[in-house]
């Protein structure tokens, strides 16, 4: 088996399409499907299902297609390590991270850090609660911010740090009877409609648990698929939302208002995690370790 092969079947596989992994690759389409015959010839097996130029991994295949990402990363990364090594501040660091985070946490962090190591290279994704843990553990890439941190004593394969705890405040219509108000109780909130992100999204559980654990069960009227979404409907005048605070940091709309909630247990914890079978590659543990000193600083500073 060559690394050209494995190269090829993956870039097949992505794209469900011999002809555009070519185009991609750079190479002439029977080069590409003349690599996938020889692979499959010395599996034994087929990988595909072919219609044409496109194709479908077979349930095999989908099998082969999972080992080998977890195989070519590790190769990738063997490469980066070499040349981190030689100069870790001009490295890159592979890092995923939630919607949430990507229109302030993340951006003021990452200028921050190439402030410091101003060629440092970041290759970056958003993802969804449960992928986030799953692309640190399978290698789709090392690092993850991720709110609410799990809990590592039952996610054995990953390890982490809380970097802080925020509020979760009230988002309401600026003609809401509850905007003037300078707190409130979330059981303020019962008989009103609430938005809420769809199923799926882990912040979506924490606003009905916390709802449940004020006795009451929220009227969700709206779903949302983002937190910008959200905002919207509250902006709209069609319900209230529990956001977390910094998603608010300089994007709040105009007509609305937020409005903290007294309640001790309305918070959420943020970190990062990174897997515990695999190291940190040199450029990923310069910018761990910066985040760790970097919250801690503004940790102690807030006290």
Same mark, same amino acid.
């Given at each position: ?6 190269? @090829? ?13 070519? !185009? ?39 099998? #082969? ?36 985070? *990507? ?9 921050? #850090?190439?402030?410091? @190591? ?10 969804? @609660?449960? !992928? ?10 090392? +690092? *993850? ?51 809420? +992100? ?11 648990? *916390? ?14 698929? !983002? ?52 190291? +940190?590659?040199?450029?990923?543990? +310069? #910018? @761990? !370790? #910066? ?13």
């Amino acid at each position: 088996m060559e690394m050209r092969q494995i190269q @090829y079947f993956l870039e097949v596989a992505k794209r469900e399409h011999v002809t555009e992994a070519a !185009d991609i690759l750079h190479v002439a389409q029977s080069s590409v499907s003349r690599q996938i015959f020889n692979l499959e010839s010395e599996l034994g097996v087929e990988l595909f299902i072919r219609e044409g130029r496109s194709v479908k991994l077979t349930p095999l295949g989908r099998i #082969f297609f999972e080992r080998m990402k977890q195989v070519w990363n590790m190769m990738e990364d063997a490469k980066r390590e070499v040349k981190e090594y030689l100069d870790p501040e001009k490295g890159t660091v592979r890092i995923a991270f939630p919607i949430s985070m *990507a229109a302030h946490t993340l951006p003021s962090i990452i200028y921050a #850090f190439r402030t410091r @190591y101003p060629e440092a290279k970041f290759q970056m994704s958003n993802a969804l @609660y449960y !992928d986030l843990i799953d692309g640190v553990i399978n290698g789709s890439f090392n +690092l *993850a911010m991720i709110a609410p941190m799990p809990n590592q004593e039952k996610e054995t394969k990953i390890k982490g740090a809380t970097l802080f705890t925020e509020n979760i405040v009230a988002l309401v219509p600026n003609h809401h009877h509850l905007a003037q108000k300078p707190s409130i109780r979330l059981r303020d909130l019962k008989d009103e409609p609430f938005c809420v +992100l769809p199923e799926g999204f882990v912040f979506r559980e924490q606003v009905i648990q *916390a709802c449940k654990e004020a006795q009451f069960t929220p009227r969700i009227a709206f779903e949302g698929k !983002d937190i910008d979404a959200l905002k919207g409907l509250v902006s709209a005048g069609l319900g209230v939302a529990l956001m977390p605070e910094m998603t608010l940091v300089d994007n709040t709309p105009r007509s609305t208002v937020i409005v903290p909630i007294v309640d001790t247990n309305l918070t959420r914890t943020v970190g990062v995690i990174y897997p515990t079978q695999r190291k +940190l590659l040199p450029t990923e543990e +310069l #910018f @761990y !370790d #910066f985040l760790l000193e970097t919250y801690e600083r503004l940790n102690e500073f807030k006290q």
